[in-house]
């Protein structure tokens, strides 16, 4: 049975100033629900590929999971296969969000080519999923206009025709 009470506690939904509730709060409860070690066995299994990683995914994305953000970061940074550390990149492109923006940076100077572009997939999904806000991306889209990796390069010039035509409407 689940303590509604020590659970909105655990998230702060429920404070000495009252009650609060937001989607948010809602997601953290979730997570808090699941575990740590479910968080991390799921971004296993999307990387093992297992049958149902799209499911996993799915669920990732919709969470946005701190601790999977971080456990992506940490496959990234030590795994010796080159396979693994692509596919926690490529996974924390859909569960990031704007607390993941500053290792954009590293997967940018990544020697990997896929990684690179994985890596600047983080601020594009970030970007249009309304996570962060164009300024918070205009050093990184500076940056890949000018990448060594044309991918990187054609993956900003995307970014940019979109963001133009969203000011193009915003001006009516």
Do not use: K
Not at 40 to 59: C, K, M, N, Q, T
Not at 65 to 89: F, G, I, K, N, T
């Amino acid at each position: 049975m689940i303590d509604w009470t020590r659970l909105a506690q655990a998230v702060g939904a429920l404070t000495e100033q009252g009650e609060r509730g937001s989607s948010e709060l809602a997601r953290l409860a979730l997570v808090h629900l699941l575990g740590e070690q479910a968080i991390r066995d799921a971004v296993d299994h999307y990387i093992a590929a297992e049958p149902g990683f799209e499911l996993v995914r799915s669920v990732l994305w919709l969470l946005r999971p701190w601790s999977a953000m971080c456990y992506c970061h940490a496959l990234y940074q030590d795994a010796q296969d080159l396979e693994v550390r692509r596919s926690a990149v490529e996974l924390l492109r859909v569960v990031a969000d704007a607390r993941a923006l500053p290792w954009v940076e590293a997967f940018l100077a990544d020697e990997d080519q896929a990684i690179q572009c994985w890596g600047f997939g983080v601020v594009d999904t970030l970007l249009f999923q309304d996570l962060i806000e164009p300024e918070a991306a205009e050093t990184f889209l500076v940056r890949a206009e000018v990448h060594a990796n044309p991918g990187v390069r054609e993956q900003a010039a995307a970014v940019r025709a979109t963001l133009a035509r969203r000011l193009q409407v915003a001006a009516g």
